[in-house]
């Protein structure tokens, strides 16, 4: 059994996160959510990986290279057009087991992956789908179940009127090969539109099993704030890297934080920050590694990335800010997401 993880769409509800970045690779708590998905499919003995990639591919292929750093096996199936969710799996084919695990890139979970293995080959179908219960379903695969935990229906998106319950796909999936069959090759094909309810039609054995644990996905920029906010409160589980001092405050080597700074939990700060005197960081922000931080800054709700410079008396709200970015004094930002143009060599 090996794991294909999606990891090639374009990420636009991200941007400008994602502009010059496939979306898994954007930090979770300063680590690429990427690299936590592998590590967490390492510890649930999952160690073979196929990446599904199109998007920035070289970004992700130079991180993980085979694999070995952290003790996985890493194949990538990469795509010189877009081929969809479904085509992407069809165009990972010769790399995939007689069953295999599918998992969108961008899903934040900690799931366990055994019990929907489990539940798989006990039913005997050719998929199985994870889902998950949300109040708003409209944004998401809906499914209608038999009393088996057969799925009926899969409608992608519906509107509110036609979501046949609040039962969704959580982007996790155990195939077997056979299903792939009726996957067109060289061609875009969505399998949430086309391929899930081709195979429910062809009574080809599509279940449903509702996973536990914590489960949310990164893809828009509320939910990717609410993802970290969960982390700092301790409702998602992931550990913080860095020490925890106080309650809800974790703080990395090597920082500089005077005593005049006021750290308003919950906190996350990384390795190597300066910050100025009488700044005052918090409630809700996390701070990547080797960011400096000016002189009387105030930053709330803000979640900033690796190598941030912030100068004096400035003011964050609710901001996100990918690598390297630099604020000039006095500024008052609210709800900015910003990223930096990445610098083409000629
Ligand atoms: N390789 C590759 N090629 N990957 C792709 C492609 C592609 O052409 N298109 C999308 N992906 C990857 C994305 O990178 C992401 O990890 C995953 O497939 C799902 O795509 P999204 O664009 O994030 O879809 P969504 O969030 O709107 O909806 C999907 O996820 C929901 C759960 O969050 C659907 O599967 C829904 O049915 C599901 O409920
Ligand atoms: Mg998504």
Redesign the pocket.
């Known amino acids: 059994m090996n794991a294909l993880l999606?990891?090639?769409?374009l990420g636009t509800r991200l941007r400008p996160l994602t502009e010059s970045l496939p979306?898994?690779m954007a930090l979770v708590g300063n680590s690429p959510w990427l690299e936590r998905l592998v590590i967490h499919l390492r510890e649930q003995n999952i160690r073979e990986i196929v990446m599904?990639?199109?998007h920035y591919s070289e970004v992700i292929q130079d991180y993980f290279g085979t694999g070995e750093k952290w003790g996985v096996t890493i194949q990538y199936a990469a795509?010189s057009s877009?081929?969809?969710?479904a085509?992407?799996i069809k165009n990972a084919e010769p790399l995939l087991h007689d069953t295999f695990l599918v998992i969108?890139?961008?899903?934040v979970h900690d799931i366990d992956l055994q019990s929907l293995l489990s539940y798989h080959k006990r039913h005997g179908g050719a998929v199985t789908i994870g889902l998950t219960e949300v109040d708003d379903p409209t944004?998401?695969?809906v499914v209608e179940q038999d009393g088996d935990g057969r799925i009926v229906r899969f409608v992608?998106k519906p509107a509110r009127e036609e979501a046949p319950s609040c039962r969704?796909?959580?982007?996790i999936y155990v195939m077997d090969k056979k299903a792939l069959q009726h996957i067109p090759s060289n061609r875009e094909v969505s399998i949430?539109r086309e391929t899930f309810p081709l195979l429910i039609e062809k009574q080809l054995g599509v279940y449903g099993k509702v996973v536990d644990g914590y489960w949310m996905?990164m893809?828009t920029k509320e939910r990717y704030r609410q993802i970290h906010w969960d982390l700092l409160n301790r409702v998602y589980t992931l550990p913080l890297p860095g020490e925890q001092r106080g309650n809800g405050i974790w703080i990395g080597s090597s920082c500089s934080i005077p005593s005049s700074v006021l750290l308003i939990p919950p906190v996350l700060i990384g390795d190597r920050v300066n910050i100025g005197e009488r700044a005052i960081i918090g409630p809700f922000s996390v701070i990547g590694d080797d960011c400096i931080i000016g002189r009387n800054v105030r930053c709330a709700e803000t979640i900033m990335w690796h190598r941030c410079l912030t100068h004096n008396e400035v003011v964050l709200n609710n901001c996100i800010f990918g690598y390297d970015l630099e604020i000039g004094s006095e500024h008052i930002l609210h709800e900015a997401v910003m990223s930096r143009m990445e610098v083409l060599q000629s």
């Open positions: 999606l990891a090639g769409g979306k898994p599904a990639v199109k795509e877009p081929l969809g969710t085509g992407a969108n890139a961008d899903i944004s998401y695969g992608e969704i796909n959580a982007g949430e996905d893809g």
